[in-house]
């Protein structure tokens, strides 16, 4: 089935899976607000989600499956929402590929105002959360939530993770790497069209990443800022597969390091 998986040019040995395309935020940066065509990569699923079957299956057809060594929740839309459909791929991946393979989700965390679980940090790697702003005025414009009080049910979602992961380190169970993101906001010119409405130019909301990396520091976990995408709309991605390294020439071995794109 096409629209489950794709890829950055940035990471070709990592693989993103595209579960669903809702979403209880509505971010001014969203890349869903373009479209759904990312790096030639159709990502529409209108309400077609795919089974868990279905995304195994896509992942051990596709070609190059053994050369993965990452696998990333994250697409169109708010990954979790599906919890558990992760929670099957990410037992099934694991089963097949053992320790070989990574497992990351990146969630906006929201979920939890409805979900009141965390089982899923027994099945992955790496948890990112878009912490996106210092505070929930920011928040609230920068990222649209259609829940009440999301910046409150975000910070209880985090002050959970750390309660878990205290308990997961007294009792000598493996936990999850836990990492907070906002978006580097600043260069206005990246920003959806729709996203920029009515903000005259240098006004658009940036998050203040001293503020945030305090935040991130009080968890002890660390912040990442992670830049706009910027050509992901070029024609040029068309039929690109993620065996090729970066489309601007650079040998792959840097590719594989580059934090330009998370
Ligand atoms: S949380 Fe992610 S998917 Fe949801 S609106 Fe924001 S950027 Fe888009």
Known sequence: MKNITYFLPCKPSSIYINIDDRCLNDCLFC???EGPVFYGSDLSLT???????????SLKNMQGWDLLREIVFCGMGEPLLRYDCVLDVCSEIRELRKSEISIRVDTAGLWWSNNKRLDILDHIDIL????NAENTAKYEELCNPKIDKAYDVLMDFLKNIKNSEETYKTTGRH???????????????FIPTSGRQGYAEGTFPVADYDACKKIADSFGWPLILKKLFRDSRDEYWK????????ARG????????????H
């Open 31 to 33: 890349i869903k607000r």
């Open 47 to 57: 309400g077609n989600y795919p089974s868990a079957s279905e995304i195994v299956l």
């Open 128 to 131: 990112s959360v878009s912490l």
């Open 175 to 189: 936990f999850p790497q836990i990492r907070l993101s906002i978006v580097d906001t600043s260069e206005e010119q």
């Open 239 to 246: 039929d690109k597969s993620f065996e090729e390294s970066c």
């Open 250 to 261: 650079i040998p792959l071995e840097f590719c594989k390091n580059c934090s330009y794109r």
